[in-house]
């Protein structure tokens, strides 16, 4: 008789490591599904960005905090999913089989926590590789000052998986997961818009409006100690058993605390004027014509407008020399007074493509050179009106009134702001029939006012 040997492969018989534990829960986790929700939502957010508020893809700064601004869908998503997995130890039968087992619960824990992280960082990560080609082929300023928010991004979601997985964890219903969905998309969306202070920076949002801010660097040390103690808290839910579950809201507490100090208390001192952004880029022969750095490609459609806008002032006292655009970042204080000598112009976001080209008409930003006989809007740089009581609405209509007629008047013909302002169609016909030394001499007068931030000049138009 022959005698067969079982040939046993002797890999098979190998203890199998803690990566194939890890790869057996990215596989069957609800990880996959982390990651592809990710991944889905954050192309969407990004694409609604993009039809709203102009390219995400121009600047890597503005990148960066479009990418940031797709957590506040984001991670709801991963607090839930992390909430759905931690459900799986309290399944019938389950809680029973661990406890016979002597594993102790951090290595029982880690390889579900180490997946529900890597498959949405990863997400992230490829959203981030789909706009970073595009960024670093478009913008002329590359820099690496957008890296530290980027990190801190990816920390904030893990930190929502992570504190899903924990409170899943010890909460094991069924709705747990829809009910912290709907708290998280309400908690997030409520610290972007609803609050002030240093509250509104413990969510993972930015909002930065413009090329010339940056991120002070305080608000990532203060996001780094906030989220790493969610994501710290989370764990400790997740593996703690009884009394020692208190620990995790210590942890959380611990990392607020060390958070509220660091986060600056006003939007002001949160978003920072970036210098080298800002950076002139100018023309070689007078007049001199600059753009920001940031804006180089632009410099050459600004050009001819700038100095066709100069032409048109030279004959008002005081008149501008130079063209500027305006890099004043939309969080710096109100303007107080600005220089005569330069001829400041803002370009809005969404006025410049993906490659920093001028999209506005030549018409209409030769329009908004000219208005206020050439000087920008004082106060708000926003010029947001929301909460002015009624008084200081009818200042601010005549204040819109007098820079809209005084850019027809170096025109010499209406402009298309004139629909939305009645008063400046009712007044025009008186002024445009005044003699061109009176006009002047009027224009000459709202300039001084204006440069002097003067709250209502429009009697200087309209009465001399």
């Known amino acids: ?48 960005l993009f039809s709203g508020f102009g390219s995400p893809f121009s600047q890597w700064t503005g990148f960066t905090a479009a990418l940031r601004s797709t957590l506040e869908i984001v991670c709801p998503v991963a607090l839930a999913v992390g909430a759905w997995q931690g459900r799986r130890a309290a399944r019938p039968g389950a809680a029973e089989l661990i406890s016979t087992t002597a594993r102790p619960a951090w290595q029982r824990v880690l390889p579900t926590a180490g997946a529900l992280a890597l498959a949405p960082t990863a997400a992230f990560l490829v959203l981030f590789a789909f706009g970073a080609v595009q960024v670093s082929v478009n913008t002329p300023y590359q820099h690496l000052g957008w890296l530290p928010a980027m990190l801190v991004g990816v920390l904030a979601l893990i930190a929502s998986a992570w504190l899903g997985l924990g409170i899943g964890t010890v909460a094991p219903s069924v709705f747990t997961t829809p009910l912290l969905a709907a708290f998280g ?25 413009d090329d ?26 997740a593996m703690a058993h009884g009394r020692r579950r208190y620990l995790a809201v210590a942890v959380i507490a611990i990392g607020l605390a060390g958070s509220l100090p660091l986060l600056p208390p006003n939007r002001y001192e949160t978003y920072l004027a970036d210098a080298a952004a800002a950076a002139p880029v100018c023309t070689a022969d007078a007049p001199r014509v600059c753009v920001a750095k940031v804006h180089a490609p632009s410099l050459a459609a600004f050009t001819g407008l700038g100095r066709e806008a100069l032409r048109r002032l030279a004959p008002l006292a005081d008149a501008p020399k130079s063209v500027e655009e305006d890099t004043t970042s939309s969080w710096a204080p109100e303007v107080k007074s600005q220089a005569s000598d330069v001829l400041l112009v803002q370009v809005h976001a969404g006025e410049l493509d993906a490659k920093s080209h001028l999209t506005i008409s030549d018409e209409k930003l030769l329009n908004r050179m000219l208005q206020g006989a050439g000087t920008v809007q004082c106060g708000d740089p926003e010029g947001s009106y929301d909460y002015l009581d009624r008084a200081e609405a009818e200042r601010s209509t005549r204040q819109f009134t007098a820079r809209v007629l005084s850019a027809a008047l170096l025109l010499g013909k209406p402009t298309p702001d004139f629909q939305y ?44």
């Open 185 to 209: 998309l309400i908690t997030l969306r409520t610290l972007a818009y609803g609050v002030s202070g240093r509250s509104m920076l413990l969510g993972p949002g930015l909002d930065l409006r």
């Open 421 to 464: 302002v009645h008063q400046a169609a009712q007044l025009w016909p008186a002024l445009h029939a005044l003699p061109a030394a009176e006009q002047q001499r009027r224009l000459s007068a709202l300039r001084t006012a204006f440069l002097a931030c003067q709250p209502d000049a429009l009697h200087l138009l309209t009465q001399g």
């Open 1 to 48: 008789m022959t005698t067969r040997v079982l040939d046993t492969d002797s890999r098979a018989l190998r203890p199998r490591g803690r990566t194939w534990i890890l790869r057996l829960e990215l596989r069957r986790s609800t990880a996959p599904l982390a990651g592809g929700l990710s991944l889905v939502l954050g192309l969407l957010s990004l694409l609604y």
């Open 212 to 237: 010339f801010s940056t991120l002070a660097a305080s608000v990532s040390w203060g996001q780094l100690l906030w989220f790493g103690g969610l994501a710290a808290g989370g764990l400790v839910l």
